[in-house]
């Protein structure tokens, strides 16, 4: 199973970027499916969380300005990020809990992750 994400890059403040993560291989389910972000020297934190049934969770500090959606039919997820600042700067990776086909059990399975950056 392979998660690989796309849509980082340099934005000026008050912008937006659209991130986008896609699993592939022998995939039976996928249930949540997140965002998490690191900086450096701090420890990765979760930005938003949405369920196999669409329920969504944020970050107090994403609320209102991320908005996390995913295809089911596509096995993707997306994180839609409007008004940034400075302080969203990071490395963005996407989560999938995955169970595979002919493999027992869930996994958690993690992006490559992608950069951010939000500066004038």
């Known amino acids: 199973v392979q998660l690989v994400e796309s849509g980082g890059g340099l934005v000026q403040p008050g912008g937006s970027l659209r991130l986008s993560c896609a699993a592939s291989?022998?995939?039976?389910?996928?249930?949540?499916m997140g965002w998490y972000r690191q900086t450096p020297g701090k420890q990765r934190e979760l930005v938003a969380i949405?369920?196999?049934?669409?329920?969504?969770n944020y970050v107090d500090s994403v609320k209102g300005r991320f908005t996390i959606s995913r295809d089911n039919g596509k096995n993707s997820v997306y994180l839609q990020m409007n008004s940034l600042k400075p302080e969203d700067t990071a490395v963005y990776y996407c989560?999938?809990?995955?169970?595979?086909?002919?493999?027992?059990?869930?996994?958690?399975?993690w992006g490559q992750g992608t950069q951010v950056t939000v500066s004038s």
């Open positions: 291989g022998s995939i039976f389910s996928i249930s949540d």
């Open positions: 989560k999938a809990y995955i169970r595979q086909t002919m493999i027992p059990g869930w996994y958690d399975y």
């Open positions: 949405v369920t196999d049934s669409g329920n969504t």
